[in-house]
């Protein structure tokens, strides 16, 4: 599975391809298959997303899981405190990560 990630132009946020527009949520990430660098191509040249890549993922029951640490971190948001990932009521988040 392969998913398409960058940052959102105007807040900086990370933030996920759907297969029609953008999230904050992995969980609502589209596998992009063999098309996520057209995608990408297309969606910074629109200026609706900054430095977009496509990134290895697994299926998982929740949702997909990014594949390297680094996606997984960006996927929750801040690890040094809890109370501003994107999870803040899970007390499990921070073992999403690892």
Same mark, same amino acid.
């Given at each position: 599975?392969?998913?398409?990630? /960058?940052?959102?132009? &105007?807040?900086?946020?990370?933030?996920?391809?759907?297969?029609?527009?953008?999230?904050?949520?992995?969980?609502?990430? =589209?596998?992009?298959?063999?098309? /996520?660098? *057209?995608? *990408?191509?297309?969606?910074?040249? =629109?200026? @609706?997303?900054?430095? &977009?890549?496509?990134?290895? *993922?697994? =299926?998982?029951? !929740?949702? &997909? @899981?990014?594949?390297?640490?680094?996606? @997984?971190?960006?996927?929750?948001?801040?690890?040094? @405190?809890?109370?501003?990932?994107?999870?803040?009521?899970?007390? !499990? *988040?921070?073992?999403?990560?690892?």
């Amino acid at each position: 599975m392969k998913l398409l990630t /960058g940052n959102d132009l &105007p807040t900086g946020d990370v933030t996920w391809w759907t297969g029609s527009g953008w999230s904050r949520h992995v969980e609502d990430a =589209a596998d992009v298959g063999d098309q /996520g660098d *057209a995608i *990408a191509h297309a969606e910074e040249g =629109a200026r @609706r997303v900054n430095a &977009p890549y496509v990134i290895d *993922a697994a =299926a998982t029951p !929740e949702g &997909p @899981r990014p594949a390297h640490i680094k996606d @997984r971190i960006r996927a929750l948001g801040p690890t040094v @405190r809890p109370d501003l990932t994107l999870k803040p009521a899970d007390p !499990e *988040a921070g073992s999403w990560v690892i």
